[in-house]
């Protein structure tokens, strides 16, 4: 039950000109020069892929067609596994940069089985532990043997070997067991003649310091830490390498791979950079030649280059370059499947398969509707709003409100994590599924007692630098705000139409009227403090007093229940509302 993938594979020009994802290789021997390249017969090479932040896509649906991304490029990489010399995994190195299973509704509802069983079924050799790996705490998502889950699958448990490097994670000061600081694999190269090499790569784990961007109960609350310590790589790669373990060094990294790299700085025996993290595509050199590259996010690019090696005269294996560094988009029309069995010769069929039975586990969720919206939900800027409102922010904060039977809500804009188009109809239908996507984190609401004066101090934090990425859209009051001179300040307040803070002033009592309140819980837990202002998120201090009424609603599951209520008052009709409530004087 062992994996069969990898991000689809890629034929290189000699030249080193980009080949579309579509076109085949037609001869074996054009396939073999264009995998060596120039050079001598000395010269070896292991061709190298990355995918990374697929956040659950083993499937999507974003246009109206399923897209079976990973099926597509499993039969790529099978066909990359196949070439010349019969089935072999070793003539391939995969990773994966974190941020693995989150996000996609079918990996949301499954807890994240279906990308466990593809990871392990596709042959993985390591993957990065990303930030999101946390969101439904770290022991669902790394198992304590420091590998991916393992999982069920025609009946049966399989384990999963793949391993999860990351050598700079702490739980109160000590080095986590449950990943590994590096792997050493064996690959196989090639040279122009065919003639075969033995090569040992080490992968080293790595994290960028994303201890903001996890809920701290998952987190710091947890006693977890992150040091971006880029000395605990570099020491690593010189021992692996010094010590005759390994014949070239890779750092797998959960970061921006440009900065990863040149961060690590020069005199590095480290060879190769691959991250993850900001879902950018990135594939290039440093000034003095480290070679980074980076596969941009949800499998629709990945990641490619070709490590290059060769043999002393002593009989000494030694790494040479990384070359053809380059990004690849999946072809959309190749990786769509119907009934008629649309695609079949693109798509592997076991990754498939495994689609298949996701689709099938959560058909219950996908096809039963709630209601229907008549209006897209999407995250482009409602005017007047400064770029501080858009429909699906607003969507968010109506539901948030309404879980918590609060009168105003925030959501930060890196809660948003979807949108949902018309796709040129009248109407769309939303199911539980769609829910879980707009709510994949499965936050808990925190709902607050607070004066106005209290809501005013919020509000002042949001449109600070540093609250501005916590608190970025509100709905339940109308916010006038003034932007100048690099800082952003509340002018006024309006409540249902009527004007109740002015310029510093308070209209008759409303400063000390109380009001609800609900967030979530990234929201409610992260320190964030504004450095230009000195103020902090509020909600902290909150947390410890009467303020604090509820926290235990979860947020996806509460979604659905007040979403369902809506329907049956509506005729099935959810509302969005179009209105900034951040509005730009």
């Known amino acids: 039950m062992r994996r069969i993938f990898t991000i689809f594979v890629i034929s290189v020009l000699a030249a080193g000109i980009l080949l579309s994802c579509g076109k085949e290789v037609e001869t074996e021997?054009?396939?073999?020069?264009?995998?060596?390249?120039?050079?001598?017969?000395?010269?070896?090479?292991?061709?190298?892929?990355?995918?990374?932040?697929?956040?659950?896509?083993?499937?999507?649906?974003?246009?109206?067609?399923?897209?079976?991304?990973?099926?597509?490029?499993?039969?790529?990489?099978?066909?990359?596994?196949?070439?010349?010399?019969?089935?072999?995994?070793?003539?391939?190195?995969?990773?994966?940069?974190?941020?693995?299973?989150?996000?996609?509704?079918?990996?949301?509802?499954?807890?994240?089985?279906?990308?466990?069983?593809?990871?392990?079924?596709?042959?993985?050799?390591?993957v990065a532990l990303g930030n999101h790996e946390f969101d439904w705490g770290f022991e669902n998502?790394?198992?304590?043997?420091?590998?991916?889950?393992?999982?069920?699958?025609?009946?049966?448990?399989?384990?999963?070997?793949?391993?999860?490097?990351?050598?700079?994670?702490?739980r109160d000061g000590d080095r986590v067991s449950a990943t590994r600081d590096y792997v050493i694999v064996e690959k196989t190269a090639f040279n122009a003649e065919g003639d075969s090499l033995r090569?040992?790569?080490?992968?080293?784990?790595?994290?960028?310091?994303?201890?903001?961007?996890?809920?701290?109960s998952k987190f710091t609350g947890a006693c977890f830490s992150i040091r971006e310590d880029y000395?605990?790589?570099?020491?690593?790669?010189?021992?692996?390498e010094s010590e005759g373990l390994c014949d070239a060094t890779i750092l797998l990294t959960h970061g921006h791979a440009e900065s990863a790299a040149n961060s690590i700085g020069t005199g590095s025996v480290i060879d190769l950079v691959v991250g993850g993290h900001s879902h950018g595509t990135l594939a290039g050199k440093t000034s003095w030649g480290l070679a980074y590259l980076q596969g941009g996010r949800y499998a629709e690019h990945f990641a490619y280059c070709t490590l290059r090696f060769m043999v002393g005269k002593d009989g000494k294996v030694s790494?040479?370059?990384?070359?053809?560094?380059?990004?690849?988009?999946?072809?959309?029309?190749?990786?769509?499947?119907?009934?008629?069995?649309?695609n079949d010769k693109y798509l592997d069929k076991d990754i498939l398969a495994v689609s298949d039975a996701a689709l099938d586990a959560c058909a219950p969720q996908l096809n039963r509707v709630i209601g229907y919206i008549g209006v897209g939900a999407g995250n482009s800027s409602i005017g007047g709003s400064g770029g501080r409102a858009t429909p699906m922010g607003n969507w968010m904060c109506d539901i948030i409100r309404r879980i918590g039977k609060a009168d105003v809500a925030f959501v930060n804009s890196g809660g948003i994590r979807t949108t949902i188009s018309l796709n040129g109809e009248s109407r769309r239908d939303i199911t539980?599924?769609?829910?879980?996507?707009?709510?994949?984190?499965?936050?808990?609401?925190?709902?607050?007692?607070?004066?106005?004066?209290?809501?005013?101090?919020?509000?002042?934090?949001?449109?600070?630098?540093?609250?501005s990425s916590m608190l970025s859209r509100m709905t339940g009051i109308n916010c006038y705000y003034s932007q100048g001179n690099g800082a952003c300040h509340v002018q006024s307040l309006q409540k249902d139409g009527t004007v109740i803070y002015e310029n510093g002033s308070w209209n008759g009592d409303w400063a000390s009227r109380h009001l609800k309140l609900a967030v979530s819980e990234y929201l409610a837990t992260t320190e964030r403090t504004d450095y230009s202002t000195g103020l902090p998120n509020p909600f902290l201090e909150w947390n410890g007093t009467p303020r604090l009424l509820e926290n235990s609603l979860v947020d996806n599951e509460n979604a659905v229940l007040v979403l369902e209520a809506e329907a049956a008052e509506s005729g099935g009709l959810l509302w969005i509302d179009l209105q900034p409530h951040y509005i730009l004087n």
């Open 141 to 170: 998502t790394v198992d304590a043997d420091a590998t991916v889950p393992d999982y069920q699958w025609q009946g049966q448990t399989c384990t999963n070997n793949v391993p999860v490097v990351c050598a700079n994670l702490y």
């Open 199 to 216: 090569v040992k790569i080490g992968i080293i784990g790595f994290a960028t310091n994303y201890a903001g961007s996890i809920m701290t």
């Open 432 to 467: 539980v599924a769609n829910v879980y996507e707009i709510f994949p984190f499965a936050n808990t609401i925190y709902v607050y007692d607070i004066s106005y004066a209290d809501l005013l101090t919020a509000l002042e934090y949001s449109l600070t630098s540093g609250g």
């Open 319 to 342: 790494f040479l370059s990384a070359e053809y560094l380059q990004t690849l988009a999946v072809d959309s029309s190749r990786d769509i499947h119907s009934d008629g069995g649309q």
């Open 29 to 126: 021997k054009e396939t073999q020069k264009q995998e060596t390249g120039p050079g001598t017969p000395l010269d070896y090479y292991l061709q190298l892929i990355e995918t990374t932040d697929i956040h659950g896509h083993i499937v999507n649906s974003d246009d109206g067609s399923m897209h079976y991304r990973l099926a597509y490029i499993a039969y790529k990489v099978r066909a990359l596994r196949e070439r010349g010399h019969g089935f072999s995994r070793d003539r391939l190195l995969l990773l994966d940069g974190g941020d693995i299973y989150q996000g996609a509704c079918v990996s949301n509802l499954l807890g994240g089985e279906p990308l466990f069983t593809a990871i392990d079924r596709m042959g993985y050799d390591a």
């Open 231 to 240: 000395s605990i790589a570099r020491n690593l790669a010189y021992r692996l």
